[in-house]
């Protein structure tokens, strides 16, 4: 069976996945590590791509060209856009848009397709969806999963973590305002914002190859998200990849 590929951006998002995986290999490749072996009995090749869009498309493109991914998987954390979210709330993306990717104009900033402009190779396109048939799976799979409370410490209460399905922002920005916070939510109707999963999905629809991003809201992305990213971050990168863990077997 080919390996799914699972990306990370940070240490602390890859090291439950590490602990856990029966390594039969360790390849350094443009400065970054793959790690390949079997997590749960399941082929895989585990990567921390680090920040950004770039890392994450040279990431997947390695992971499919070089290491036979069928699947890539994001596992890790984000910001919350959705008020009605909390710290520790899980997000599965059915939808993937570069909020960043756009043009200026008269009015200011308008999002458009990445790779594409009105005046340019002109699209109606907005962003990148799921494999539909892939993400009724995972929401089967998942209908009856309750996670465990974030510990006190982490700013967890007695209420499980909820598992919600919806669109994920992406763009090379780390976002610590709640004024953006807000326009991103009204403008896009997004659940969450993190810095990698529709680069990942860009890469991967290149190559025809089905993906999926699953994140854990670390802060609220407002005014002190710089601050809550270090508190939760590894508390709650753990559901994430448990998440991970239990989707493997139907993937």
């Not at 390996?3 to 990370?8: D, F, I, P, R, Y």
């Not at 009105?118 to 969806?129: C, H, I, R, S, V």
């Not at 999963?145 to 780390?174: H, I, K, M």
């Not at 914002?193 to 991003?213: K, T």
């Amino acid at each position: 069976m080919a390996a799914v590929g699972v990306l990370c951006a940070l240490a602390q998002e890859l090291a439950f996945l590490i602990d856990n995986l029966d390594s039969d290999g360790i390849h350094d490749v443009a400065g970054m590590r793959f790690h390949t072996g079997r997590l749960d009995g399941r082929p895989v090749v585990l990567a921390q791509a680090g920040m950004g869009k770039v890392n994450a498309a040279i990431a997947t493109t390695l992971l499919i060209e070089r290491f036979g991914a069928r699947l890539v998987v994001f596992s890790g954390i984000a910001g919350g856009l959705d008020p009605a979210l909390a710290i520790g709330d899980v997000v599965i993306a059915d939808h993937v848009v570069q909020h960043d990717a756009g043009h200026h104009g008269p009015d200011g900033f308008v999002a458009y397709q990445a790779g594409h402009l009105p005046f340019f190779n002109p699209t109606e396109q907005l962003g990148l969806a799921a494999d539909v048939g892939m993400i009724r799976t995972v929401r089967a799979e998942l209908a009856e999963l309750v996670l465990a409370p974030l510990s006190r410490a982490a700013g967890g209460s007695d209420l499980p973590p909820r598992l919600t399905v919806g669109r994920v922002l992406t763009g090379d920005q780390f976002v610590n305002s709640e004024v953006l916070r807000e326009r991103l939510f009204t403008q896009f109707g997004a659940l969450a914002v993190e810095m990698e999963g529709a680069a990942m999905a860009q890469a991967c629809s290149a190559f025809g190859v089905r993906w999926l991003v699953i994140r854990a809201l670390s802060d609220l992305a407002g005014h002190e998200s710089h601050f809550d990213i270090h508190v939760f971050a590894e508390e709650v990168a753990r559901s994430s990849a448990l998440i991970l863990r239990r989707l493997l077997p139907v993937l």
